[in-house]
């Protein structure tokens, strides 16, 4: 009886320590190896590579994004399938686009899927005039040849201005120019008696007056509104979502370094649009990069719409069908990534 016992007891003890040997050797495996998130679906972006606005997209896409992003030159035309607009866009279909609220408002007429999902920079405007010609104040526009583009945003500014100097717009002679660097040419020519255009335009409009110049500053009157924009059915699509909000968040990232030290951003403008490095450090102070949602978007948006509907000749949108084009909810799912995420 009591060999069997201690025989059991052996066994027992036995097969106890081997289990105690395997559970060490369980304890002793080596964790599973995390793997890296997938990075995100490449993205084709369009804008116009000739402004000073979109440095930080282009910042965003060469350091930022964690998967593939390509930026190209066009506009939301891209985003809708419309023809590109001769001397600012090329053709091909994009995720997302750049434009200032103006061609928002035009493009959602007809394409009301469009969506902002945050303002990028703010451009702020200016006039520069030719004191020779008699220009003192913005009143002595009267009559006077101006380059400018009447469609777009600097055209929506200059006519604010002109207002609050009890002028109408057709008060002056607006001379569109294209390319851009056309109008500089003109001024120097006498040509044109003022610029009213985005930079570095205006920067060289005022270089090559030199003394004779006068400038008057928007500053609180209108700043352009660089955006981002896509569509509701991009959004709609988780793939594409997913990438567009890790986009969002590259250029919260990337606008943060432009604030800090904005000479990686100023290198690939200048290589983006062939401007002189001079003329892309001097004209850097008339943008502010917010990288947010401006609290303003929708006010800017009500006021420019009932201008572009007078132009149109069509019935302008109320408040709550422009709401509908701003979308808030990809910038604050990019704020909760952590930076670089």
Same mark, same amino acid.
């Given at each position: +009886?009591?060999?069997?016992?201690?025989? !059991?007891?052996?066994?027992?003890?036995?097969?106890? $320590?081997? $289990?105690?040997?395997?559970?060490?050797?369980?304890?002793?495996?080596?964790?599973?190896?995390?793997?890296?998130?997938?990075?995100?679906?490449?993205?084709?972006?369009?804008?116009?590579?000739?402004?000073?606005?979109?440095?930080?997209?282009?910042?965003?896409?060469?350091?930022?994004?964690?998967?593939?992003?390509?930026?190209?030159?066009?506009?939301?035309?891209?985003?809708?399938?419309?023809?590109?607009?001769?001397?600012?866009?090329?053709?091909?279909?994009?995720?997302?686009?750049?434009?200032?609220?103006?061609?928002?408002?035009?493009? *959602?007429?007809?394409?009301?899927?469009?969506?902002?999902?945050?303002?990028?920079?703010?451009?702020?405007?200016?006039?520069?005039?030719?004191?020779?010609?008699?220009?003192?104040?913005?009143?002595?526009?009267?009559?006077?040849?101006?380059?400018?583009?009447?469609?777009?945003?600097?055209?929506?500014?200059?006519?604010?201005?002109?207002?609050?100097?009890?002028?109408?717009?057709?008060?002056?002679?607006?001379?569109?120019?294209?390319?851009?660097?056309? +109008?500089?040419?003109?001024?120097?020519?006498?040509?044109?008696?003022?610029?009213?255009? %985005?930079?570095?335009?205006?920067?060289? $409009?005022?270089?090559?007056?030199?003394? /004779?110049?006068?400038?008057? *500053?928007?500053?609180?009157?209108?700043?352009?509104?660089?955006?981002?924009?896509?569509?509701?059915?991009?959004?709609? /699509?988780?793939?594409?979502?997913?990438?567009?909000?890790?986009?969002?968040?590259?250029?919260?990232?990337? *606008?943060?370094?432009? !604030?800090?030290?904005?000479?990686?951003?100023?290198?690939?403008?200048?290589?983006?649009?062939?401007?002189?490095?001079? /003329?892309?450090?001097?004209? %850097?102070?008339?943008?502010? %990069?917010?990288?947010?949602?401006?609290?303003?978007?929708?006010?800017?948006?009500?006021?420019?719409?009932? %201008?572009?509907?007078?132009? $149109?000749?069509?019935?302008?949108? /109320? !408040?709550?069908?422009?709401?509908?084009?701003?979308?808030?909810?990809?910038?604050?799912?990019?704020?909760?990534?952590?930076?670089?995420?």
């Amino acid at each position: +009886m009591t060999s069997r016992f201690n025989r !059991r007891f052996v066994l027992a003890a036995g097969i106890a $320590a081997a $289990a105690v040997s395997l559970a060490g050797c369980a304890s002793r495996a080596p964790a599973p190896v995390a793997t890296a998130p997938a990075a995100p679906a490449a993205l084709a972006i369009y804008g116009n590579k000739q402004t000073f606005e979109i440095a930080p997209v282009l910042l965003a896409a060469s350091h930022y994004y964690p998967g593939q992003a390509s930026v190209n030159m066009g506009s939301i035309a891209n985003l809708v399938g419309a023809p590109s607009v001769p001397g600012f866009g090329t053709d091909g279909a994009a995720d997302l686009a750049t434009n200032a609220e103006t061609q928002l408002l035009r493009y *959602s007429v007809e394409n009301p899927n469009l969506r902002v999902v945050m303002t990028v920079t703010e451009g702020l405007y200016r006039i520069v005039a030719r004191r020779s010609a008699g220009i003192a104040t913005v009143a002595d526009l009267r009559g006077k040849r101006v380059a400018t583009i009447p469609q777009t945003s600097s055209g929506y500014f200059l006519k604010l201005m002109l207002e609050r100097a009890g002028l109408q717009f057709e008060d002056i002679v607006a001379v569109p120019i294209t390319p851009l660097a056309g +109008m500089t040419q003109a001024l120097a020519r006498g040509e044109v008696d003022a610029v009213v255009i %985005w930079e570095p335009e205006s920067e060289n $409009a005022a270089q090559v007056l030199g003394d /004779d110049r006068v400038e008057f *500053s928007g500053h609180g009157v209108y700043r352009e509104l660089f955006n981002l924009n896509t569509t509701a059915e991009k959004l709609a /699509d988780p793939v594409t979502r997913r990438a567009i909000v890790r986009f969002v968040r590259a250029i919260i990232d990337a *606008s943060s370094e432009v !604030r800090r030290d904005p000479a990686r951003a100023q290198e690939l403008v200048r290589v983006a649009g062939t401007f002189d490095a001079t /003329d892309v450090v001097e004209s %850097w102070e008339h943008h502010t %990069w917010l990288a947010g949602i401006a609290p303003d978007l929708l006010d800017v948006m009500e006021v420019q719409e009932r %201008w572009l509907a007078q132009q $149109a000749n069509r019935p302008a949108r /109320d !408040r709550a069908q422009l709401a509908t084009l701003i979308d808030t909810s990809v910038y604050a799912e990019a704020l909760a990534l952590a930076p670089g995420e």
